[in-house]
């Protein structure tokens, strides 16, 4: 930002190392975004971060953005920095953007692929929109209001990945006109937290009407959800939920469909969603709202 940093200069390497663990010591932050990564000599970082995890003896959870759409790209970054860091998923939203803006045209049933949380879940930071790619920026590049809920049910609900809520969207972006959310992104982070366990099985059949099921697990009660969602026409698709959740009465909790799904004695259910829209599918009779 008007100073170039000379990262093969060992004073100001040794200078970046003592700034570090003061800001930590000051701070009190649990990790690091680390910003334009790119630009920056990828051997610095775990040389960096490993000093400020050894002397602290602390996780110190580290993001980086790399900004390309290119998955090779990205893993070859992460290999060169030893895994030190995750990095944002820059192809999966590029997928979302291309999903939100192709009026129905779009082959859901490829939404994750050439992405990083598919190659690599581990390191991968999954978001939806961040600053740089809201109305008026650089990177303009943000999701239409009507797929949100479908993006973020993509994010959020699921077992790969680690999700980033973007400020703008829950907040708002008044410069940018961008409303406050509403009430349905504040329950796709209550299903997150109370429903979204257990085993994962996929659903993508379809160009247009994909699922998933997460059967739940012992540890969270009532847990286990169904998703379904469709850029074009609504439709339905049979799933199982698995035999935790058998014999069970379903409702979507995104208000979407006030029908309720009955769960047979094998876990086999038929999940709706209406035209262009996302309904998440939990057990009857608890409520995130």
Not at 124 to 139: C, K, R, S, Y
Request: overall charge negative; hydrophobic content about 35%.
């Amino acid at each position: 930002m008007g100073a170039d940093i000379d990262l093969n200069n060992f004073d100001v390497i040794n200078e970046l190392k003592s700034w570090g663990r003061w800001y930590l010591d000051t701070t009190n932050v649990d990790g690091f975004r680390l910003d334009a990564v790119k630009h920056i000599r990828a051997e610095f970082f775990p040389e960096w971060l490993g000093k400020l995890r050894t002397d602290t003896r602390r996780e110190l959870f580290a993001v980086g953005e790399y900004w390309s759409a290119n998955i090779d790209t990205l893993q070859k970054y992460i290999e060169s920095t030893n895994g030190c860091m995750s990095l944002f998923d820059v192809p999966l939203h590029y997928n979302l953007y291309r999903a939100s803006i192709s009026n129905g045209e779009y082959n859901m049933s490829s939404i994750f692929e050439g992405t990083l949380v598919e190659r690599n879940p581990e390191k991968a930071i999954t978001f939806v929109d961040n600053h740089d790619t809201e109305p008026g920026q650089a990177l303009e590049s943000y999701i239409l209001d009507w797929f949100k809920p479908h993006a973020y049910s993509l994010i959020l609900l699921r077992q790969e990945g680690t999700p980033c809520v973007f400020y703008g969207d829950y907040y708002g972006i008044p410069e940018k006109e961008v409303s406050p959310k509403d009430e349905l992104l504040d329950t796709l982070l209550k299903v997150r937290k109370y429903f979204a366990y257990g085993k994962q099985t996929d659903y993508f059949n379809h160009s247009n009407i994909i699922g998933f099921v997460r059967e739940g697990d012992e540890e969270h009660a009532d847990s286990g959800l169904a998703v379904v969602m469709t850029d074009k026409e609504g439709g339905c698709i049979q799933m199982n939920v698995g035999k935790r959740l058998a014999n069970t009465v379903f409702y979507d909790c995104t208000g979407n469909l006030s029908e309720t799904v009955y769960v047979d004695n094998e876990g086999n259910g038929i999940f709706y969603c209406k035209d262009g829209s996302t309904s998440v599918w939990i057990k009857k009779g608890k409520y995130v709202n």
